[in-house]
């Protein structure tokens, strides 16, 4: 099941015992451009088991937040992330999972003072610092306990949002836990009322019949216990015997609902946002202090993780808002002074018109034609840097496109009073080029050699240039301009960085970037000593293969 990416909200399934993931998957096909086109491959063994192997892909395969550096087994639960696109697999369908609103009302009850649960508390742990240091315990429960810690200290480090870690989070609880049925409830923030957000059922091979349906039977809890768990802030174990008829007539407590039950609360400086309730019937499994202990662990650091998943969203909100804020001022200085161009040449065609002086009415509409192809660039800047797009490639000749955006620039070159020149590699074979991609890459790097060249006294070259060896095109733009300061050539290409004040936008570079990184090419600044400055970029001469894994967009952001 997809969590984040592209193809959120999809579930992907396959009969297959080999499973490519990836673009190029027929059987888990991808739109993430960020992923390879064969990125992962899921494999079942002879067990049933699925073995997860990654195919050297360059943006790598990450399982519960690890980088995969060998075959790994699949557990129920387990996320995968491949570039931008996270998955869930839940391959185990003896557990079955629940969460948010898809939990049915009546399926947890809180209040069980109407159904006449009898509850005793049997031990307990406070649940602070201290209880996440455990005393030695025998050797397997220490082996559990260390495994634990260690597979929630991985989910803690992917900072996943709160929903899904504690999804994450009863998952390992069931994998190494004895768990008939696990509920988390969170404290609702507007209301303070507790509210179950995970649930978690097992379905055991030779259930009874009442255990086997599709819907289990109700969880009950003690309102007492949760009370007391949330007040004392401290574990408990406890057990519990459901009364009713039966019991009184002299059947077996063991064929009744005497249950097992551990309650931890999930505290997060000084303050309970939660408790993890587990029970198991007794006639499978009974709980013990080791095992008290190992969840009130758990509910501590899952609290603290909550709270630093808060923080961090919080953090970002702001740096959201805070990046929009400074983008609308960049665009708004950009968009008035385009205003203010087209505002004063709408004067002088008034004015030509008025005096029927044609001059004075050419004149001006050249200033307005100047800043609508001002105004229509930065749309195109603002398109493409603003969504993936998956490039279309089609063998041509990159000297004629070259050759058709000098001739487009060679007027704003006139204007500027500098000489624009062009020397296309005869040898230059026909490449996979996505043509309005490499249009707008030669078009925003002639725009800023223009600006940046001295007006009277500006050279600007463009030369394209064939590797044989390598099997690379290359289209170099030098300018003699003064340029680029030293501090600023680590930011040239990040977005919104302009070295123009507010006479540009700082999306040109970043958008060339952008663009030829999606075609697998590479751009770069060269600085000679002599001054000026030249940009280089180099494109792939050959159809990258549907069958080489490292075929992305770069690393996931």
Known sequence: ???????????????????????????????????????????????????????????GTYLNGVRLQKNARL??????????????????????????????MDLVSLDAGQ?????????????????????????????????VMRELTDVIGTLLQPEQLLARVMDIIFEELDVDRGVIFVRDEATQELLPDVVRFRRRQGADDEESEDKPTSIMT??????????????????????DERFRSGKSVQNLGMRSVIVAPIVAREQILGVIHLDSTVTRHTYNEYELRLLTAIGYQTGLAIENARLVQSHLERERLAAAGETVAYLSHYIKNILQGMRSGADLIERGLDRRD????????????????????????????SKQREPRLVMM???????????????????????????LDDAMP?????????????LNLLENAIDAVNVGSGVINVRTRYDAGRRMAEIVVVDNGPGVPEAERSRIFEPFHSTKGHGGTGLGLAVARKIVTEMGGEIELV?????????????PAVPRSDSESGATLGPPA
């Not at 003690?222 to 009364?243: F, K, P, W």
């Open 397 to 423: 000749q990159i000297n004629k496109l070259v050759d058709d955006v000098v001739e487009l620039m060679q007027k704003p070159a006139d204007d500027a009073q500098a000489v624009l020149l062009a020397e």
């Open 1 to 59: 099941m997809v969590l984040q990416g592209p193809d959120k909200g999809r579930t992907l399934k396959t009969p297959d015992d080999v499973v490519l993931i990836g673009r190029g998957s027929e059987q888990v096909p991808l739109t993430d451009q960020t992923v390879s086109r064969r990125h992962a491959e899921l494999r079942r063994d002879e067990e049933g088991t699925w073995i997860i192997a990654d195919l050297h892909s360059a943006n």
């Open 115 to 147: 159904l006449a649960v009898d509850s005793s508390i049997m031990a307990s742990v406070p649940s602070n610092e201290d209880s996440v240091i455990m005393a030695a315990p025998e050797t397997a429960y220490a082996v559990k306990a260390w495994k």
């Open 358 to 385: 044609f001059a004075v009415t050419t004149q001006g509409w050249r200033i307005v034609e100047r800043n609508l192809n001002r105004c229509y660039n930065l749309m195109l800047n603002m398109l493409a840097f």
């Open 222 to 243: 003690s309102r007492t216990i949760i009370n007391h768990v949330i007040e004392s802030r401290e574990g408990v174990l406890c057990s519990n015997v459901v009364a």
């Open 75 to 104: 557990k129920h639960g387990d996320q995968i992330r491949v570039g931008s696109t996270l998955m869930v697999y839940a391959g185990d369908e003896s557990v079955h999972q629940l969460t948010g609103k898809s939990i049915p």
């Open 430 to 442: 026909p490449i996979p080029l996505d043509s309005n991609g490499v249009h707008q890459v030669v």
């Open 527 to 539: 600085c000679p000593r002599e001054g000026g400055a030249e940009f280089h970029v180099r494109l």
